[in-house]
């Protein structure tokens, strides 16, 4: 079945630093979604992307889906210790997502 | 709007015991899903219903039974829990919409000791 691997599983920052995080799908994806969980809390959406090569951006966060729907990236430009949580991608597939691994982003005043 | 909520979010079994865990959605969303999050392993789907009166198998459904009650509510039942099922649970719905995103309950917690 579909696989989603994300890279790293953990990264530890100083605030101001910048983040950046890896999905790999074994499969040519769709639609491609990302969520935000804070620790204690539950997954969050924060967009999809769509197109081959897509880029979206939300303030500091910068999203982009790669030509061959196969990989995107998550990066955040000068973390604040409100980044702290774990971001995980979502191959969007039919009537379900596969989430991926994880990244568990921790964020040092 | 209440969104998904989720009861209990606490819970501890005894190996063996039965529970159901209960989901609620005021969203109007036809799909609803059953994941459990286990730590380094992200959320791993285990059983989804695309609209009311059907159900349908995930990741990982062994153990595991759901009712979709009606349009609102998606039930989980454990009839045997087992020490692997100490799990947090997550219920979702989804959109149909321009995002299609899902919607997430708060979870619960479940030990099984």
């Known amino acids: 079945g579909q696989q989603v691997m994300q890279i790293p599983q953990y990264q530890h920052v100083q605030e101001g630093e910048d983040f950046t995080t890896y999905c790999n799908s074994s499969?040519?994806?769709?639609?491609i979604q990302w969520y935000k969980q804070r620790p204690g809390g539950h997954p969050v959406f924060l967009i999809q992307?769509?197109?081959?090569?897509e880029v979206k951006k939300q303030k500091r966060l910068t999203f982009q889906f790669g030509e061959a729907k196969k990989n995107s990236s998550l990066h955040i430009t000068a973390t604040q210790t409100t980044d702290v949580g774990t971001y995980f991608c979502?191959?969007?597939?039919?009537?379900?997502?596969?989430f991926g691994t994880g990244t568990r982003l921790l964020v040092s005043p | 709007n209440a969104g998904v909520t989720q009861t209990p979010k606490f819970q501890v079994l005894k190996t063996g015991q039965s529970m159901t865990l209960q989901c609620a959605q005021d969203?109007?969303?036809?799909?609803m899903y059953w994941y459990r999050q286990d730590p380094g392993m992200g959320l791993r789907l285990i059983y989804y219903s695309a609209s009311e009166g059907t159900t349908d198998k995930g990741e990982v459904p062994n153990g595991y039974n759901v009712s979709r009650l009606n349009k609102r509510e998606f039930s989980l039942r454990l009839e045997s829990a087992a020490p692997s099922q100490t799990s947090v649970y997550f219920c979702a719905s989804r959109a149909i919409g321009r995002n299609n995103e899902q919607f997430f309950g708060p979870g619960t917690r479940l030990t099984v000791l």
């Open positions: 979502a191959g969007v597939g039919f009537q379900k997502l596969v």
């Open positions: 969203m109007n969303h036809n799909s």
């Open positions: 992307l769509v197109k081959s090569g």
């Open positions: 499969t040519t994806l769709s639609n």
